[in-house]
Nanobody, 117 residues
Framework: QLQLVESGGGLVQPGGSLRLSCAAS????????IGWFRQAPGKERKAVSC?????????KYEDSVEGRFTISRDNAKKTVYLQMNSLNPEDTAMYYC?????????WGKGTLVTVSS
């Protein structure tokens, strides 16, 4: 059964860091693009970053996180990471990882990131 499980969220002060993890099962992680999305309270879910399949591992970032967030993957551990540095209150959101397979979007349940002093 295909499954994505996010972890690593929490409460952090402005300027702090967190590393989110997305553990994948039920499919070959190295063959697919994996994305991180976030949804702030009362707002739409938006793409944050994505990483290509292991062939070239190209990455993309939304403008507001460019230079602060880094996406990576460990195919042996079947996990995709999102290292988040220099966090600010605008980064507060539920963070989700995503797989699009055969036109169907698969989501985990998310992990909550709260940036507050």
């Amino acid at each position: 059964q295909l499954q994505l499980v996010e972890s690593g969220g929490g409460l952090v002060q402005p300027g702090g860091s967190l590393r989110l993890s997305c553990a994948a099962s039920g499919f070959s992680l190295d063959r697919y693009v994996i994305g991180w999305f976030r949804q702030a309270p009362g707002k739409e879910r938006k793409a944050v970053s994505c990483i290509n399949s292991s062939g070239n591992s190209d990455t993309k970032y939304e403008d507001s996180v460019e230079g602060r967030f880094t996406i990576s993957r460990d195919n042996a551990k079947k996990t995709v990471y999102l290292q988040m540095n220099s966090l600010n209150p605008e980064d507060t959101a539920m963070y989700y990882c995503n797989l699009r397979l055969n036109g169907v979007d698969y989501w985990g349940k998310g992990t909550l990131v709260t940036v507050s002093s």
